[in-house]
């Protein structure tokens, strides 16, 4: 299990190191375990980038291991099995049923110490 990334836009900028701080824009698909239905995304009217440590466990696994790999600027669709997103637990505020894949499309924006 785990997740696979496929490239949308190549970044140009640094790639991340585990415990730096990393800005991206994301927009989650799967609500309701349609691959095709948005539950939520950084782009909605009220929403922001989000930032978080990478590789530090502050995220679902799939972002962990997904966005370390990524550099300033690229663009992918990282889709996740259940237990690289929320798992057993799902996320039912926002859609997601348990044992639910996933598919996120990120944005690295930033990268900071």
């Known amino acids: 299990m785990g997740f696979t990334k496929t490239l949308i836009q ?18 989650g698909y799967g609500k309701n375990r349609d691959l095709s239905t948005k539950f939520w ?3 909605d009217p ?5 930032t978080f440590r990478v590789g ?17 600027g690229e663009r992918a669709r990282i889709h996740c099995t259940p237990d690289y997103a929320y798992g057993e637990g799902g996320f039912p505020d926002w859609g997601i049923m348990p044992d639910s894949e ?9 990268v900071e110490d």
Not at 10 to 27: E, I, K, M, S, Y
Not at 56 to 72: H, L
Not at 102 to 110: A, D, H, S, Y
Request: glycine share 16%.
């Open 41 to 43: 995304s950084t782009k």
């Open 10 to 27: 190549a970044g140009n900028g640094q790639l991340p190191q585990q415990g730096q701080n990393v800005t991206v824009h994301c927009t």
């Open 56 to 72: 530090m466990g502050q995220v679902i696994k799939g972002w962990d291991e997904g966005v370390i790999g990524m550099s300033i």
């Open 46 to 50: 009220g929403q922001q980038p989000f």
């Open 102 to 110: 996933l598919i996120f499309e990120i944005e690295v924006l930033k």
